[in-house]
């Protein structure tokens, strides 16, 4: 942008969408609508879908959706939403469904909280705090999700657990049980 010093430049780009954290949706996408002190328009940006492409066949379209798996694979994919795919264990996911607001979870009457541990160092080591409500539902309401933490850097993090969630159990990966004392 700095470089772009003469009057009325534009800087285009064209991007496929990616994880909604990236540099481009973070500092530009999401600042759609910024104006200057004069009113000028700074920042616009568009979205687009597969069927916004009117020189697409239609079998090629009907082709795509039918071989796109549902979830992060069709937001991203065939609507063209910026979504997480790194770590995605269930196809199916959808932060519409799947994330609930602070205000709802509070509203729930939690029976129990658990952590589990899952040791890594080279591939991500995590801590999860899980809580259940009283018919048995079951929230993710904590997580740490790091590469290259010692076991010290874990013990510290579990404490801040027990410090925020009470004296709950934690379920280790019994992969490293010279670590769970």
Known sequence: M???SYKGVRILV???SENPMHPVKKDYID????KLSNGRLNIKAFQFTLFD????????????????????????DIYGK??????????????????ITEEYYNQKQIKKKYAGVDWG??????????????????????????????????VEIAKGVIER???ILFYYDTARTEHIS
């Open 82 to 99: 910026w979504v997480a795919a790194e770590g995605v264990v269930y196809k199916d996911f959808n932060e519409e469904i799947h994330y």
């Open 31 to 34: 600042n759609f609508g910024q």
């Open 14 to 16: 064209d991007t496929n």
């Open 121 to 154: 160092y080279e591939h991500h080591g995590s801590i999860v705090v899980i809580a259940e409500d009283i018919e048995g539902k079951r929230y993710l309401i904590e997580e740490h999700a790091y590469h290259h933490k010692e076991i010290d850097d874990w």
């Open 165 to 167: 969630h009470g004296n």
């Open 53 to 76: 492409n009117t020189f697409l066949d239609s079998e090629y379209v009907e082709s795509i959706i039918a071989s796109t798996p549902t979830g992060m694979f069709t937001d991203r």
């Open 2 to 4: 700095t470089r772009c």
